[in-house]
């Protein structure tokens, strides 16, 4: 009889998308069930996946007459069905299911910070935010940081004494080699895809892929792209991810430049990408906070240089110079001058495209992750 594996996250997107092939390759060893809120992304994981589900809405935003409710839910749920482990991911997630799992007596209680959110605030939310993270990990038995930046970051803040550590090279699923991979696509399919798009054959296509949000660094982007534009009209840049007005508005001059603005395509949120970095030259990641992301996995298994910003998990997987570049935070006229130089500089740009695939997935192969993360599970049940 298999174990009992429980895997939590806030929304069932996070499930759904950061551990796609993950959950159906666990469940061969234990009995999973996926936890989140229900929605569409939730059913589509449940047979994608082949796991059980179970919905427990939380929500993302500190509310804490709702995180009480969802607290409650998930302890009746943990004392009903006895998991041997609880392994979350995601912060509200990690903070209730982590309590929630001390509570009910849960033996290994699992969580993966694949970020921080208080290092890039202030003030009385930043102490708060602070608290939560020591508190889920008072309440864990187990922590793991997604990359050596953030574990850093947790040493650093004090936020716990706990040993941490990475899976693998970082990351929480590693990169489908397979799935993520220039060839599949020939010429014709990215003619037509940039001709539906309104991209001649001659862009040059800089490709953003992600919330449409501040922290992402989305204002400096179109500041910088829209000087950059003014110098070469032969230059796009696509944007791949939905606006999130509500939790993350972005300035009201970025919004009317993206909406106005004929080289900057917007196709929203997709639920898959891969096409999008076909047709794309290099990816431009300008965010604030990572922990360990997916996207310049994604991109570079593309065979596409990355501009980054000096921030955990992207100056792990981006060498200066050899993949990639990397720049400073919430600068737009360093996105300008590393955008300007990748467009223009085809030397330099050959360079860092050659080596770009092959640095990812020599490091970052999704079995490899997925088997490093079996043997913890192992060697913590070998020690219940």
């Known amino acids: ?18 551990l796609k092939g993950q959950l159906n390759f666990l ?71 982590m309590i929630a799992g001390k509570m009910a007596g849960v033996p290994i209680r699992m969580h993966t910070f694949t970020g921080l959110i208080f290092p890039s605030k202030s003030g009385l939310l930043k102490k708060t935010l602070i608290l939560m993270d020591k508190l889920l990990c008072y309440c864990a038995t187990n922590i793991y940081p997604e990359g050596k930046g953030v574990r850093d970051d947790l040493i650093n803040y004090k ?3 706990k040993p941490l550590k990475v899976i693998g090279n970082g990351n929480v699923n590693g990169i489908d080699k397979e799935y993520f991979n220039p060839e599949l696509y020939s010429s014709e399919d990215k003619m037509e895809l940039r001709k539906n798009l309104g991209i001649l054959e001659n862009d040059f296509v800089f490709i953003f892929v992600g919330r449409l949000v501040r922290d992402k660094g989305i204002n400096e982007l179109i500041i910088a792209f829209l000087k950059l534009q003014s110098n070469s009209k032969k230059i796009k840049l696509l944007l791949v991810g939905p606006f999130e007005s509500d939790l993350d508005p972005l300035n009201s001059e970025t919004i009317k430049a993206i909406q106005e603005c004929n080289t900057i395509i917007t ?19 300008p965010s604030y906070r990572e922990g360990f ?42 996105v300008f001058n590393a955008m300007i130089k990748l467009s223009s ?40």
């Not at 997709?270 to 431009?284: C, E, K, N, R, T």
């Not at 000096?310 to 400073?328: A, D, K, L, S």
């Open 27 to 97: 469940n061969r060893y234990y009995d999973l069930t996926a936890i989140s809120g229900n929605d569409d992304f939730l059913l589509e994981l449940k047979h994608r996946e082949a796991v059980k589900v179970f919905d427990i809405e939380m929500q993302r935003q500190i509310a804490p007459f709702e995180d009480l409710k969802s607290l409650w839910k998930l302890y009746k749920y943990f004392t009903k069905e006895k998991p041997l482990i609880v392994h979350s991911i995601t912060p509200k997630a990690g903070l209730l299911t």
């Open 159 to 161: 936020i716990t004494k």
């Open 1 to 18: 009889m298999k174990s009992i594996l429980f895997r939590t996250a806030t929304v069932s997107i996070s499930l759904n998308v950061l």
């Open 293 to 334: 992301p997916n996207v310049v996995l994604q991109a570079g298994a593309m065979g596409l240089p990355c501009i980054v910003t000096n921030i955990n998990g992207c100056n792990e997987i981006i060498i200066e110079g050899q993949n990639g570049t990397i720049i400073p935070v919430k600068d737009e006229l360093a």
């Open 345 to 384: 500089d085809k030397e330099y740009y050959s360079v860092l495209k050659t080596n770009a695939r092959k640095m990812i997935t020599s490091r970052y192969e999704q079995q490899i992750i997925w088997d490093a993360l079996l043997a913890e599970y192992k060697s913590l049940e070998r020690n219940v």
């Open 267 to 285: 196709v929203g949120f997709q639920p898959d990408v891969h096409p999008y970095f076909a047709i794309s030259d290099a990816l431009v990641f």
